[in-house]
């Protein structure tokens, strides 16, 4: 039997699965979350984007202000870009996912997010 070729990952960053609270709304380079935003569910997460839960798809190149509640308690706010969607049916319902990618940080932001993936990486242990 012939050994099927293993397809060639394409991300450049470490994904894990992290689910916390994502706020977003269409981007006005504004960091304060008061009124106007939408509230979603992060499925994964990585120091260049992450894919989350919507009630209704952005539109593809559309940038958003998102704040990620980290589990460490300090909201993260990142300028994002959707480069995809998708829907999942789980038990007959659909569920709207979005894909990020992260175009803007503070440097404090990107070192939190990173220490959470190698925290999960560590908690869920070696591939085997």
């Known amino acids: 039997m012939e050994e099927q070729p293993k397809r060639q990952e394409k991300r450049r960053f470490v994904r894990v699965e992290l689910t916390v ?7 006005r380079n504004d960091s304060i979350f008061r009124s106007n935003f939408n509230v979603g569910r992060s499925r994964d997460i990585s120091v260049g984007g992450l894919k989350f839960s919507v009630s209704k798809h952005s539109p593809l190149d559309s940038k958003l202000d998102m704040e990620i509640e980290l589990p460490d308690g300090m909201p993260a706010y990142v300028i994002g870009k959707v480069v995809g969607g998708e829907d999942v049916v789980i038990n007959g319902i659909t569920h709207h996912y979005d894909r990020i990618s992260f175009v803007d940080m503070d440097k ?3 070192d939190v997010i990173m220490k959470q993936v190698f925290e999960s990486m560590r908690k869920k242990g070696p591939k085997r």
């Not at 609270?21 to 981007?27: D, E, L, M, S």
């Open 21 to 27: 609270p994502v706020k977003y709304r269409n981007f």
């Open 108 to 110: 404090e932001v990107q």
